[in-house]
């Protein structure tokens, strides 16, 4: 509808003035009528990162973090264990990232594992088969007092077909 209008107005006033009179920005005029395609986003191979561990590297950090000194031990404490001994292999990070790609890093505490708890689910056909009520508290006449408002109400129809108003629950 807009479009339309713009192109009737467009060869006695102009697009910018036809995009003002009609109330559309230009942007959203031109993308919608734009006549060549838009340029293709350019597309690269993914390249290795330069300082990432090669597959002898990562073979030789997994057996020392698989070797019998070091079974028992966290990343961190084995790094600082070597690098006490004079020798860098890799950084904590990575010797976590490699253990992470073998599955070998989880939580060690017991998860509480709790089903997935169903909602009750009421379904009424007809009136006076499901009830359900509520409490509501109200003002009373002088600051600090309240009234509490007791109400049943029958599911399929709506009505309420008993209540009661008291001054404490």
Same mark, same amino acid.
């Given at each position: 509808?807009?479009?339309?209008?713009?192109?009737?107005?467009?060869?006695?006033?102009?697009? +910018?003035?036809?995009?003002?009179?009609?109330?559309?920005?230009?942007?959203? !005029?031109?993308?919608?009528?734009?006549?060549? *395609?838009?340029? *293709?986003?350019?597309?690269? *191979?993914?390249?290795? /990162?330069?300082? &990432?561990?090669?597959?002898?590297?990562?073979? /030789?950090?997994? /057996?020392? @973090?698989?070797?019998?000194?070091?079974?028992?031990?966290?990343?961190?404490?084995?790094?600082?264990? @070597?690098?006490? $001994?004079?020798?860098?292999?890799?950084?904590?990070?990575?010797?976590?990232?490699?253990?992470?790609?073998?599955? $070998?890093?989880?939580?060690?505490?017991?998860? &509480?594992?709790?089903?997935?708890?169903? +909602?009750?689910?009421?379904?009424?056909?007809?009136?006076?088969?499901?009830?359900?009520?509520?409490?509501? +508290?109200?003002?009373? *006449?002088? +600051?600090?007092? !309240?009234? !509490?408002?007791?109400?049943?109400?029958?599911?399929?129809?709506?009505?309420?077909?008993?209540?009661?108003? &008291?001054?404490?629950?």
């Amino acid at each position: 509808m807009t479009d339309q209008a713009i192109q009737e107005l467009r060869p006695m006033i102009g697009i +910018k003035a036809a995009c003002a009179v009609v109330g559309r920005s230009r942007a959203t !005029y031109y993308r919608g009528h734009r006549t060549s *395609p838009s340029p *293709p986003r350019p597309t690269r *191979p993914p390249t290795r /990162q330069p300082r &990432a561990l090669d597959a002898a590297e990562q073979d /030789q950090v997994r /057996q020392v @973090l698989h070797s019998e000194r070091f079974v028992d031990q966290a990343p961190a404490s084995v790094y600082a264990t @070597l690098l006490d $001994e004079g020798r860098y292999l890799c950084s904590v990070p990575s010797m976590y990232r490699l253990l992470r790609a073998d599955g $070998e890093v989880h939580e060690r505490r017991r998860q &509480a594992r709790h089903p997935a708890v169903i +909602k009750p689910e009421l379904l009424a056909s007809q009136p006076n088969q499901v009830w359900s009520w509520d409490i509501t +508290k109200l003002h009373g *006449p002088a +600051k600090w007092t !309240y009234f !509490y408002l007791y109400a049943i109400v029958d599911i399929y129809s709506r009505y309420v077909p008993g209540w009661l108003l &008291a001054t404490r629950e």
